[in-house]
């Protein structure tokens, strides 16, 4: 019998007065011990269907139109037909969610020992004493090293794998009948989420529970999923045994996600999107490429900028004020060349320095020692204000467009900002006319310059980050992990737009992200970074068929495949 069971769901959600439906009659069931992958695109209704299930949408903004949602053999109606104590008790005790964003999920003033015991406290007979030590022993499940010292720190103080690893032990505390994980290991490198994801194995086995597995990343749910439900437009389309369903694919939108996610084995000049799938988009205007280093069918020659011996060191709190002032080594004798014209990925796992590099490069972190050469000038001897005049050409797409973009502006203001400070065109007017184009060749419109970043989706504001760098004419770009939070499909969109404005602009890319076959589908060399230092740089295709450290060979086998 099932867990869990969904039946003829329909959901509204209430704009602006008006009443939007997001999920129509949705089914499904989970059995005990199962995994159920969900996978679909950003508003397909994925995360709406799993706050559905804890009951965590607002009652005035949302309604159900039919149907309903059932939970454990005594046959509990999880939306209405259960009173708000029982809901309380059955909430984070026998129903636990992991959310996507641990850092927005835990509390920043509280410790993180304190935040796990609180879930310990309210719902078991545990004294405070009893519960700080299961929460200890939680820390050493979910495979935290120093559980006691990790208890008394603030969230702020751990790494993007060690948050994560916190909210599963929250989750996990009160051994609930199902774990919903909504997007647990999207911002996390290739062999972190290859760990939490044999954690949640684990614990599914020694727990007994059921685990609903929200994610975009198709390899990862065909890791962990026994079964999957393919979702699009609030409906589930397709659903099945994972092998089935991604072996042999019968709904054209499921064609279109597998379709869109870059491979390993092959290099399409452009990859395909979910629409152009759908739309049964002729094979033959995919053209494959040969993966080697070339330009207009000729070498790299000319490094555009070559960076020699750097250094960059932080200092780390003094256990005593007597003791030498100890020392982090972020980047340790860093050396490469990047060429004119080529796209040079940069890969490692949390933590190595890839993000310190590009703002290196950048001088927005001075380095302590080593030389950065961009057209044979030495930038780390540039004055600030040569360094702000030599900003136009050399530029950087952050990781979080939401963050990265002024919320108090709007698109077309942002985008006027950078010409009027680099005195580019004659008047507002020229200006304005630049800007329209730029949005249009980032596939928005002229209307959207008097919008703001919050009126945007994730895609539709990374597209609004790229247009921003290019306002400025520049010749070499820093895009750090600039697609790691999109779906697939928004992702390939902007893969294909970084490619195409390469072509059409002249750019060079330094390609910063986690996920290694991204990587490989973007770049023409690929340098590996681990600890601060460079341990291998080759030819993209040369580094996945023959990878010479012990290093990148992790790195390619932690890689999730379908």
């Not at 799993?50 to 159900?64: F, T, V």
Request: charged share 25%; glycine share 6%; proline share 4%.
């Amino acid at each position: 019998m099932p867990i869990l069971e969904v039946k003829n769901f329909s959901l509204e959600l209430k704009q602006n007065e008006n009443w939007n439906p997001i999920l129509s009659s949705i089914s499904f069931s989970l059995k005990k011990g199962e995994t159920v992958g969900v996978v679909g695109e950003s508003g397909s209704g994925k995360s709406v269907t799993a706050l559905s299930i804890m009951q965590l949408l607002s009652k005035k903004g949302s309604k159900i139109v039919e149907g309903g949602i059932w939970f454990d053999e005594m046959i509990r109606r999880l939306d209405g037909e259960i009173s708000e104590k029982e809901l309380r008790q059955i909430r984070g005790n026998r129903i636990a969610m992991i959310f996507q964003e641990p850092m927005t999920s835990l509390n920043p003033v509280i410790k993180c020992g304190k935040q796990v015991m609180e879930a310990l406290l309210l719902h078991t007979p545990l004294s405070e004493k009893e519960a700080k030590n299961k929460t200890i022993e939680l820390f050493g499940d979910v495979q935290l090293s120093d559980p006691e010292k990790l208890f008394h720190k603030y969230p702020h103080e751990l790494s993007g794998g060690q948050k994560q690893r916190i909210m599963i032990a929250m989750a996990m505390s009160c051994n609930p009948d199902i774990l919903i994980a909504d997007e647990p290991t999207t911002a996390l490198d290739v062999t972190v989420q290859k760990n939490i994801l044999e954690l949640l194995k684990q614990l599914q086995e020694k727990y007994g529970m059921s685990i609903i597995f929200i994610s975009h990343d198709l390899g990862v749910v065909a890791q962990v999923a026994h079964r999957v439900l393919v979702m699009y437009k609030g409906e589930i389309v397709e659903q099945g045994d994972v092998q089935a369903i991604f072996n042999n694919p019968q709904h054209p939108y499921t064609k279109g996600l597998l379709a869109c996610r870059p491979k390993l084995n092959e290099k399409p000049y452009r990859l395909p999107t979910v629409e152009e799938v759908m739309r049964r988009l002729d094979d033959k205007k995919i053209r494959r490429l040969d993966g080697k280093v070339m330009k207009n069918n000729a070498p790299f020659t000319e490094p555009l900028i070559q960076i020699i011996n750097l250094n960059k060191r932080y200092p780390i709190r003094k256990k005593d004020m007597f003791e030498k002032q100890p020392y982090f080594q972020v980047l340790e004798d860093v050396s490469m060349d990047i060429y004119e014209g080529e796209t040079l990925g940069l890969v490692g796992e949390s933590g190595c320095g890839k993000t310190t590099l590009g703002r290196v490069i950048l001088r927005l972190v001075e380095p302590d020692s080593g030389r950065i050469l961009y057209k044979g000038n030495n930038l780390t001897e540039f004055s600030l204000s040569n360094m702000r005049r030599l900003r136009k050409e050399i530029q950087m797409i952050l990781q979080d467009p939401y963050s990265s973009l002024n919320q108090r502006l709007t698109i077309g203001q942002m985008l006027l900002e950078p010409m009027k400070v680099h005195n580019i065109l004659k008047n507002d007017k020229e200006r304005r006319k630049r800007a329209i184009e730029l949005l249009e060749r980032v596939e928005l419109k002229e209307v959207h310059l008097h919008r703001y970043p919050h009126e945007f989706s994730g895609g539709q504001r990374q597209r609004i980050a790229i247009a921003r760098a290019l306002t400025v004419n520049p010749k070499f770009i820093i895009c750090d992990e600039s697609v790691s939070a999109l779906d697939v499909s928004v992702q390939a969109q902007v893969l294909n737009l970084l490619n195409d404005l390469k072509e059409e602009f002249h750019l060079t890319y330094l390609f910063i992200s986690h996920d290694l076959s991204v990587v490989k589908y973007m770049s023409d060399r690929i340098a590996v970074m681990e600890r601060g230092k460079i341990v291998e740089l080759n030819h993209a295709e040369e580094i996945y068929r023959n990878p010479q450290t012990a290093y990148t060979r992790k790195l390619i086998e932690a890689i999730p495949v379908i």
